[in-house]
């Protein structure tokens, strides 16, 4: 037997699969800048105009309107650091969650026993996607809305079954 035979465990698995999914921001930084000014300056200009009719303590609500909605804003931003990875080979499938102050949680299921569960509601759509795997569950695609989760379990399913069929070897390249 030569050393091309041997089996090698190592060997990168073609990916069937690969998606990173984040969460949606509507808001860039630059219209977070536009909109903190703007709202800067519509509050002091109100504050001021109370200030000057004698109601001083409303000009530091104001004050305080407005670190609110930036503190808010902020948090807002923070999460949006949050990533999902998830990759199917024909050996595995991988599930890779950074939480957005960088906590990372990963799963490795095997994707012959993986089954895909979703939770959905006569209006709205697919809610929940959940992994099943010898009764574990793992909630996965949080980020996404109704449309987009259906067409994420439509290709992760595609993918599962690829994995189920195994790989696919072609002699000829």
Request: aromatic share 10%; proline share 5%.
């Given at each position: 037997?030569?050393?091309?035979n041997?089996?090698?465990?190592?060997?990168?698995?073609?990916?069937?699969?690969?998606?990173?999914?984040?969460?949606?921001?509507?808001?860039?930084?630059?219209?977070?800048?536009?909109?903190?000014?703007?709202?800067?300056?519509?509050?002091?200009?109100?504050?001021?105009?109370?200030?000057?009719?004698?109601?001083?303590?409303?000009?530091g609500f104001f004050?305080i309107?407005?670190?609110?909605?930036?503190?808010?804003?902020?948090?807002?931003?923070?999460?949006?650091?949050?990533?999902?990875?998830?990759?199917?080979?024909?050996?595995?499938?991988?599930?890779?969650?950074?939480?957005?102050?960088?906590?990372?949680?990963?799963w490795?299921?095997?994707?012959?026993?993986?089954?895909?569960?979703?939770?959905?509601?006569?209006?709205?759509?697919?809610?929940?996607?959940?992994?099943?795997?010898?009764?574990?569950?793992?909630?996965?695609?949080?980020?996404?809305?109704?449309?987009?989760k259906?067409?994420?379990?439509?290709a992760?399913?595609?993918?599962?079954?690829?994995?189920?069929?195994?790989?696919?070897?072609?002699?000829?390249?």
């Open positions: 037997m030569t050393a091309g041997d089996f090698d465990p190592e060997t990168a698995q073609p990916e069937l699969f690969s998606a990173l999914l984040t969460p949606h921001r509507s808001l860039n930084r630059t219209g977070f800048l536009v909109l903190m000014t703007f709202l800067s300056v519509v509050s002091f200009v109100a504050g001021l105009a109370f200030l000057m009719m004698g109601a001083w303590p409303v000009f004050g309107d407005v670190l609110v909605v930036y503190w808010a804003f902020r948090v807002n931003f923070r999460r949006g650091n949050a990533t999902e990875e998830i990759r199917v080979t024909t050996t595995e499938l991988r599930v890779r969650r950074v939480s957005h102050r960088g906590h990372v949680v990963e490795v299921l095997n994707p012959l026993w993986v089954r895909l569960d979703q939770k959905t509601h006569a209006e709205f759509g697919i809610e929940k996607l959940y992994l099943v795997s010898k009764g574990r569950h793992v909630s996965i695609a949080n980020f996404l809305g109704p449309d987009e259906a067409s994420f379990a439509k992760l399913s595609a993918a599962l079954q690829a994995a189920r069929r195994g790989p696919t070897y072609n002699p000829v390249s």
